[in-house]
């Protein structure tokens, strides 16, 4: 998942603006206390999410996939005076840590949880997002895409994280290693999509960026 020298990664991270306090706290308790903590955004991909929510200034935030909350609170940073950011996640028992820190980084009023199928959620919700983030369930990184992309405003940016895939997508998947094989499939649809402008940046496990036409 990390793809530089360890040395050049600390050094990258010593010449990063450190994460607040709160970040910092759940980053800990995350690895303390939840399951495959290695889905955290972390330090430098959490401040590479608030640069570009800043540089954005977004009116609203889409994310898809919470997990313990911390990209959330780093892209709603970057909010524009009274925007808000609506983040989904299927598992409902991180939901009252998520909130939790999301109090704590002072959000509670501009970040709004749902708890389910983001399949069943997103067709319901006005598509005027300035911004979406995408890490959930890789197999449906095209179905998030699909559901978006059309109604989406023009100059609106997606964020789709892992699509590196700790470099197994430049290998022949296996067969039944379907989590590769549907990022393969999503990073050549969205490089073919003349609808979007896009860039894969090597930042931790990738960040595909594309901006809307």
Request: charged share 30%; net charge negative.
């Amino acid at each position: 998942m990390e793809f530089l020298d360890e040395a050049l990664e600390e050094y990258v991270n010593e010449h990063t603006t450190p994460e607040s306090k709160t970040l910092n706290e759940l980053n800990r308790q995350t690895h303390i206390s939840v399951l495959q903590p290695r889905m955290l955004s972390g330090h430098l991909q959490g401040r590479v999410l608030s640069m570009l929510s800043n540089m954005i200034k977004p009116k609203r935030i889409l994310e898809i996939g919470t997990y313990t909350g911390y990209a959330a609170i780093c892209m709603a940073e970057g909010l524009s005076e009274n925007g808000e950011l609506i983040t989904i996640d299927v598992n409902y028992e991180l939901e009252d840590m998520v909130n939790e820190y999301v109090r704590k980084a002072g959000f509670q009023d501009r970040i709004k949880m749902k708890v389910g199928n983001a399949m069943d959620i997103i067709p319901d919700l006005k598509k005027d997002f300035d911004l979406v983030f995408i890490d959930a369930d890789k197999t449906n990184y095209s179905n998030y895409y699909d559901l978006l992309i059309d109604e989406l405003p023009q100059g609106s940016y997606i964020i789709a994280d892992n699509v590196l895939w700790s470099g197994k997508v430049i290998k022949e998947a296996k067969e039944k290693d379907e989590d590769t094989i549907a990022l393969q499939a999503f990073n050549e649809k969205v490089h073919k999509d003349e609808r979007v402008e896009n860039v894969l940046f090597p930042v931790r496990d990738g960040l595909m960026v594309m901006r809307k036409k």
